[in-house]
């Protein structure tokens, strides 16, 4: 597949040395045409799984004729086929995403900006190794929503779409992954990308869940930012809520030792919430490249 860079969030040059790489499913999947993954669909011509009886009406070419002449009966091969994977990208564009913009015009800088390059970076290599990518926008609820496709014209759509994304006044994200599983068909891959800080956690991991029941692949991209691990250095300063606008002055080292338990309760609590539905759970921290991350992401998937 060919892409020109037409997002300002897509860098060519830089993905050049690990666009060869691919986003594995560590689960069987469905499918609709020879790629490699492994899928749940049986009868192609990928490893051998088992015999089964041959069913009156079925294709005579599937039998096994060396088998039916030994032993007389009629006995169709089972293989695991390859096939392709659907993978969507969820993006959470809630107002705490916004968290390390250097100023109040634009969102350079934010945990948004990393995931606007890190999904379109994503989409690309996916894109690349002939398999299929969608895109959920995820508000208060299921802002948009594109089903997996992998031509070019289909990747550069959703790559638009995510050079566009806007953070809104919103805490809450279950009911957009609801909606997203009410449109989603087969089983795939979802890879969810959020600070998770928000109102509804536990209706968000119920959601997840809906997935999970389905034997979805879920991989969490838990978004951190540096300053909100540790506080700045400094006398004092102003904090205000991105969410609710509340603005508090203070001193970070009256608070520093609270906030900071409270934070790494935080990171434990999505971790371990995360592991109990079977999620594949990594957490990423903006201090360290898109890119650099990227390339672990996709070396820890082959491993």
Same mark, same amino acid.
């Given at each position: ?154 990747? %550069?759509?959703? *790559? &638009?779409?995510?050079?566009? =994304?806007?953070? +809104?006044?919103?805490?809450?994200? @279950? #009911? /957009? ?80 030792? %609270?906030?900071? *338990? &409270?934070?790494?309760?935080? =990171?434990?609590? +999505?971790?371990?919430?995360?592991? @109990? #539905? /079977? ?25």
């Amino acid at each position: 597949m060919s892409t020109v860079a037409n997002s300002r969030y897509l860098d060519l040059r830089a993905l050049s040395a690990i666009e060869q790489m691919r986003v594995t499913s560590r689960r069987r999947i469905d499918g609709t045409y020879s790629g490699r993954h492994t899928s749940r669909q049986q009868g192609g011509a990928g490893e051998f799984v088992d015999y089964r009886e041959y069913s009156g009406g079925e294709d005579l070419r599937r039998l096994d004729w060396k088998v039916f002449a030994r032993t007389g009966k009629a006995f169709v091969r089972l293989h695991r086929e390859e096939t392709n994977l659907l993978c969507t990208l969820a993006l959470d564009v809630s107002r705490s995403m916004l968290f390390g913009a250097r100023n109040g015009k634009d969102h350079e800088g934010s945990k948004l900006e990393y995931t606007q390059y890190l999904a379109t970076a994503l989409s690309h290599i996916i894109g690349l190794g002939q398999d299929q990518v969608g895109l959920a926008v995820l508000q208060r609820n299921l802002q948009e929503y594109v089903p997996p496709g992998g031509t070019p014209s289909h990747i %550069l759509h959703i *790559q &638009r779409i995510i050079e566009q =994304l806007r953070a +809104v006044k919103t805490a809450t994200m @279950a #009911e /957009g992954l609801r909606e997203l599983f009410l449109h989603s068909g087969r089983m795939g891959m979802l890879l969810l990308m959020s600070d998770f800080l928000i109102d509804d956690l536990d209706e968000t991991f119920n959601a997840i869940r809906l997935f999970r029941h389905r034997n979805w692949e879920v991989i969490l991209l838990h978004l951190v930012h540096p300053f909100e691990e540790r506080l700045p250095e400094g006398p004092a300063f102003r904090f205000e809520g991105l969410e609710d606008g509340q603005r508090i002055r203070c001193s970070p080292a009256e608070v520093r030792t %609270l906030y900071q *338990q &409270r934070f790494a309760a935080h =990171l434990t609590m +999505v971790r371990q919430l995360a592991l @109990a #539905e /079977g999620c594949d759970y990594r957490r990423v921290s903006t201090a360290v490249s898109y890119l650099k991350t990227l390339d672990g992401f996709l070396v820890g998937r082959t491993g």
